[in-house]
C-alpha cells in the first residue's frame, strides 16, 4: 500500500537559515508527490508538485523540492527561511487510482528569530 | 475568483446526534473531495465525486458516514449517530476534473467537528 512518511514531527530554524524537510514514500510505480502547507485557520496551500521530468522541482514562496527515486524521498527545501513560513508542512502522493492524496503526518516549522 | 467554501466552521454537537457539512467548491471545478484530518494528523480520504456521482468512497469509515452532492456542486456529508471519534476537522477540496495529478486539488479552511 501507499503511504508517506515525515519522520520530523517539529522542527525549529532560526530566521534567515536554511531549512530541510523530509519527505520519504512508499509506491510500487513513478509517483505524484505534492507538497502542502497550512496555516492555522487556512485551508491547505500547494507549495510545489512532481510527476515527472526534471527531479528538482520549484514552487511557490522560494521552496524547492528534489525526487530521488533511489532514497524514495522528496524533500523540500528553501535557502532562507522567513517568519512567515512557520507552519505545517504536509508531503502527499496520489494513490493509485489516479483521485485521492496520501498525505504524511505533517511536520511543524517554527521559526526563532 | 472564490475558494473553496465550507460552512459552518465549527460544529459542537452531543454524542449520538446527527450533522449535516457543506461544501461549496470553486466554481466549474466537477471533481470535489472530502477528507478528515484528526488531530496531530495529515489528512485522510473519504470520498471523492465526479460531477454528481461518488466515484470512491473506500474512505469512508463506515456506515453512519454519507455524502451526497445532487446537482453536481455543493456536496454534505453527513454523519449519523455521531460518536466521540469523529471529532476531527473535515476539508473539502475541488479541482478541474479528476486529478490524475494533473489538477490541481484546491482545499477549503475546513469545518472543525467536536463530539462531546
Known amino acids: 500500500a501507499q503511504s508517506v512518511t515525515q519522520p520530523d514531527i517539529h522542527i525549529t530554524v532560526s530566521e534567515g537559515a536554511s531549512l530541510e524537510l523530509r519527505c520519504n514514500y512508499s509506491?510500487?510505480?513513478?509517483?505524484?508527490l505534492f507538497w502542502y502547507v497550512q496555516s492555522p485557520g487556512q485551508g491547505l496551500q500547494l507549495l510545489l508538485k512532481?510527476?515527472?521530468?526534471?527531479?528538482l522541482v520549484q514552487g511557490i514562496k522560494g521552496f524547492e523540492a528534489e525526487f530521488k527515486r533511489s532514497q524514495s524521498s522528496f524533500n523540500l527545501r528553501k535557502p532562507s527561511v522567513h517568519w512567515s513560513d512557520a507552519a505545517e508542512y504536509f508531503c502527499a502522493v496520489e494513490d493509485q487510482a489516479g483521485t485521492a492524496l496520501i498525505f504524511g503526518k505533517g511536520t511543524t516549522l517554527s521559526v526563532s528569530s | 475568483g472564490a475558494g473553496v467554501s465550507q460552512t459552518p466552521s465549527n460544529k459542537v454537537t452531543e454524542k449520538g446526534k446527527y450533522v449535516e457539512l457543506r461544501c461549496d467548491p470553486i466554481?466549474?471545478?466537477?471533481?470535489l473531495y472530502w477528507y478528515r484530518q484528526s488531530l496531530g494528523q495529515g489528512p485522510e480520504f473519504l470520498i471523492y465525486f465526479q460531477g454528481t456521482g461518488a466515484a470512491d468512497d473506500s474512505g469512508l469509515p463506515n456506515d453512519r458516514f454519507f455524502a451526497v452532492r445532487p446537482e453536481g456542486s455543493v456536496s454534505t456529508l453527513k454523519i449519523q449517530r455521531t460518536e466521540r471519534g469523529d471529532s476531527a476537522v473535515y476539508l473539502c477540496a475541488s479541482s478541474l476534473e479528476a486529478s490524475g495529478g494533473l489538477n490541481e486539488q484546491f482545499f477549503g479552511p475546513g469545518t472543525r467537528l467536536t463530539v462531546l
Open positions: 509506491y510500487g510505480a513513478t509517483p505524484y
Open positions: 466554481s466549474g471545478h466537477t471533481a
Open positions: 512532481y510527476f515527472s521530468g526534471d527531479t
